[in-house]
């Protein structure tokens, strides 16, 4: 079981219960050490006088609050850590608000929150289970590792989570911050239609293990094919901006790629928006499992056993190949000649669904000419 990184107690009204606070996240990117180029030699970043140059030890360092340029008034450690926040060992609930009514841009980390012992479950527990009847998050503050924290404690199935979040102020005015906003938009009707049904044809369901960090993937990728000598993959350059003049066809052909019906002659129509919205009603929670992107079917299809998705991968793949039995370099050089949008972000899996499903439709129209 993991250390809580921080203890203390958890109040609300007269009501205190003695808590842990734990990581809820791991990270799990790609790390890398910094080496002198044609070398192994390690390169450290040191405590260094900006004046003198020489390194400083840790112990000869404090704390400096610069005043005006150059001037500065000066804290030993201790000082600060004598401070409030520095000793600190309570969240205490101040007020219950409606989660939904709290911006998401105020939410920073997330910690799982959880009872120091078995005889403050049942303390626990009443705080849990009286948060989720009435659907209320507790605002709080906190201290920990000298900084004090703004804080929401909301449920969340069996426990309880604690969320840290940014103060007023901390939040930034996107109006002064960010260029060209459109303001109030009249788009022409057919526009927003079409729109409307290229959103509600991608609907998806949220399933969090469907997405995974392809960054990292291809950078692990990138690390065994230089091990193993073999070719590199360079990603895709960026789709180019949406021109005005162009966007209706832009949201056409959007549609057609994300599977809005075929023609006759095999080119996949797009329905008039009027006829779209009886199809996709916006009620609609998400469209049928055949229109979903490659990468929402990756849970589903980890259920079939792996001889099924052999076979199967077999039976449609282009040319009769097993793509299942190819590597992803093979695969993307495969998702390139077949026009593939946003192969360089697909992990091996999803290069191999996409290719499978553009083989579908090919092999269907063969059989019906």
């Known amino acids: 079981m993991a250390r809580p990184i921080w ?10 219960v003695p808590v842990g606070l734990y990581a809820a996240t791991e990270d799990h990117s790609p790390h890398f050490r910094q080496l002198e180029r044609g070398t ?8 260094v006088n900006e004046r003198t140059g020489k390194e400083v030890a840790y112990g000869d360092i404090v704390k400096g609050y610069e005043v005006a340029e150059g001037e500065y008034v000066v804290f030993e450690p201790a000082e600060l850590e004598d401070l409030a926040p520095g000793r600190s060992r309570s969240i205490e609930i101040s007020g219950f608000v409606r989660f939904q009514e709290v911006d998401p841009i105020f939410f920073d980390r997330t910690y799982y929150l959880g009872p120091r012992g078995k005889e403050y479950a049942n303390v626990y527990g009443l705080l849990l289970r009286a948060m989720t009847e009435t659907g209320r998050a507790g605002l709080a503050t906190f201290s920990m590792r000298g900084k004090q924290y703004l804080a929401a404690v909301r449920p969340e199935a069996d426990l309880l989570v604690l969320q840290t979040m940014h103060y007023a102020e901390e939040v930034r005015d996107p109006h002064r911050e960010v260029d060209n906003l459109p303001g109030e938009v009249a788009p022409r009707e057919k526009e927003l239609a079409t729109a409307c049904q290229l959103i509600e044809a991608l609907s998806i369901d949220w399933e969090p293990e469907a997405y995974h960090d392809t960054y990292g993937e291809q950078v692990r990728d990138l690390v065994e094919a230089k091990l193993t000598g073999r070719e590199t993959v360079a990603a895709a350059p960026a789709p180019e901006s949406t021109n005005v003049v162009d966007l209706m066809d832009v949201l056409q052909r959007s549609l057609r790629q994300a599977g809005a019906g075929e023609d006759s002659s095999g080119q996949r129509s ?14 609609a929670k998400h ?3 055949a229109k979903h992107p490659p990468v929402a079917r990756d849970k589903a299809a980890a259920k079939n056993a792996p001889a099924a998705k052999k076979a199967g991968a077999a039976k449609r793949a282009p040319a009769g190949q097993d793509l299942s039995a190819l590597g992803k370099t093979e695969l993307y050089r495969m998702a390139t000649e077949q026009g593939i949008q946003g192969r360089s972000t697909m992990t091996r899996d999803q290069l191999r669904q996409a290719l499978e499903e553009v083989a579908r439709p090919r092999r269907r129209l063969r059989a019906v000419s």
């Open 270 to 283: 797009v329905a008039q928006p009027e006829v779209a919205a009886a199809k996709h009603p916006p009620a």
């Open 7 to 16: 203890t203390g107690t958890l109040s609300f009204g007269l009501v205190a």
């Open 287 to 289: 469209p049928p499992a």
């Open 40 to 47: 192994s030699d390690r390169v450290r970043n040191l405590r």
